[in-house]
């Protein structure tokens, strides 16, 4: 089965500054996707930015964008000029088309006022 | 377009009860998947349905099933509830067209089995 490893169970940063949370996967496939998912304390669960593992160009989605190292199998989020409300807890996620979604175990981020 | 509604939102329940939570996806979405979300265990899948099939399941007891309606809808049914069922019960549909095949989530369901 394929793994989704997020090292980083907590993480801070000061407001207006930049931080990059850290995610690996193990798969053999080469056609797969990425994703980013924000889970704020009200709980909803919202998609931040994916990626599609063919693209070669990092996804950016306003101050999120992501670095993809697919032979490092290495999905990093980095966010920029980091307000208060992007503090959540972080899920990185993989799936292949028709198969289940595979989420590491979350990075919960921390913003200093 | 409507996000992915479920109800109820709060629900306790005593232990050895069953209990059934319903799923409403976005419109035109045929995939709905179903995941248990505790703190100490995180988001663990439970199974996924498409076009009213089971398509994918996760490793839980047979007490925890599920089903998908004609409409996409779909339902999630835990019998003998035990103490640990208490949980976030979060749904989420995808169209499963590309080009990203990204799920989108309910507000979530939870469970106290008291």
């Known amino acids: 089965a394929q793994t989704v490893t997020q090292s980083q169970p907590e993480m801070s940063v000061q407001e207006a500054e930049t931080v990059t949370l850290s995610c690996t996967y193990d798969t053999s496939e080469s056609d797969y996707y990425l994703f980013w998912y924000k889970q704020p304390p009200s709980r909803q669960m919202i998609l931040v930015i994916r990626?599609?593992?063919?693209?070669?160009q990092n996804a950016t989605e306003n101050r999120f964008s992501v670095n993809f190292q697919k032979a490092a199998k290495s999905f990093s989020l980095k966010i920029s000029d980091s307000q208060l409300g992007d503090a959540a807890m972080y899920f990185c996620a993989y799936r292949r088309k028709g198969n289940q979604f595979y989420f590491g175990t979350g990075t919960s981020l921390t913003v200093i006022p | 377009k409507a996000g992915v509604t479920q109800t109820p939102r709060y629900l306790i329940k005593t232990r050895g009860q069953q209990v059934t939570l319903s799923c409403s996806p976005i419109?035109?979405?045929?995939?709905v998947s179903w995941y248990q979300q505790t703190p100490g265990q995180g988001l663990q899948f439970l199974f996924e349905?498409?076009?009213?099939?089971?398509?994918n399941k996760g490793n839980f007891p047979g007490r925890f099933s599920g089903r998908q309606f004609s409409n996409s809808r779909s339902e999630m049914n835990v019998s003998t509830l035990e103490l640990g069922d208490s949980a976030l019960y979060l749904c989420?549909?995808?169209?499963?067209?590309?080009?990203?095949?990204?799920?989108?989530f309910g507000p979530g369901t939870r469970l106290t089995v008291t």
């Open positions: 989420a549909s995808s169209s499963d067209r590309g080009p990203s095949y990204e799920q989108y």
């Open positions: 349905y498409f076009s009213e099939t089971q398509r």
């Open positions: 990626q599609e593992a063919y693209k070669q």
């Open positions: 419109s035109g979405h045929r995939s």
